[in-house]
């Protein structure tokens, strides 16, 4: 019972991985371009009496000196960081997937199996949930061991980075 070329063509395409990696980064863009908006708002949004949203220069200060005070910032990235999570989830997945062979074959010939046998089927769909699982939550984990270990490099990182942005449109 093989299985023709149509039929697998998700398992036997080489772009599989290129396209994981332009989805994480993808997720990652939009982290950057959603501060970048934000940071563009505040800087071209003035009100009537001429008062900016919010003085940005003051505000990455204080972000340096006293963090614990913009919790609801805080929050705010994060909420943001859950789309970018989902594309790196989407991408490791994908690696799972494609990525070793010799895993992507096996779990291929138990779905194959799976319709003579109701063992390789569950079995199909413990190692398929399994996938999922660790896809999902790989990211997260090392997204989570990285902002704890990093002794703030990651933060202070992206907090340049938007400064320079707010620095390059005439924010600061």
């Not at 980064?25 to 939009?30: E, S, V, W, Y």
């Amino acid at each position: 019972m093989g299985r023709s070329k149509a039929q697998c063509k998700g398992l036997d395409q080489k772009q599989a991985a290129w396209r994981a990696v332009l989805d994480g980064l993808g997720g990652i863009a939009i982290f950057f371009a959603l501060g970048s908006a934000l940071i563009a708002f505040i800087t071209f949004a003035t009100p009537a009496d001429g008062v900016p949203l919010w003085d940005l220069a003051e505000l990455f200060a204080k972000l340096r000196s006293a963090p614990g005070d913009y919790i609801w910032l805080m929050v705010a990235l994060t909420s943001t960081l859950l789309p970018t999570l989902l594309h790196l989830s989407i991408a490791a997945l994908t690696l799972a997937l494609q990525y070793p062979a010799w895993w992507r074959n096996f779990v291929a010939d138990l779905l194959e199996r799976g319709a003579q046998s109701h063992q390789a089927a569950l079995f199909s769909g413990i190692c398929i949930c399994a996938m999922i699982t660790v896809a999902v939550w790989s990211p997260i984990c090392i997204f989570v061991f990285v902002i704890t270990h990093d002794r703030g490099a990651t933060f202070n990182t992206v907090l340049w980075i938007f400064e320079t942005f707010a620095w390059a449109i005439g924010g600061i």
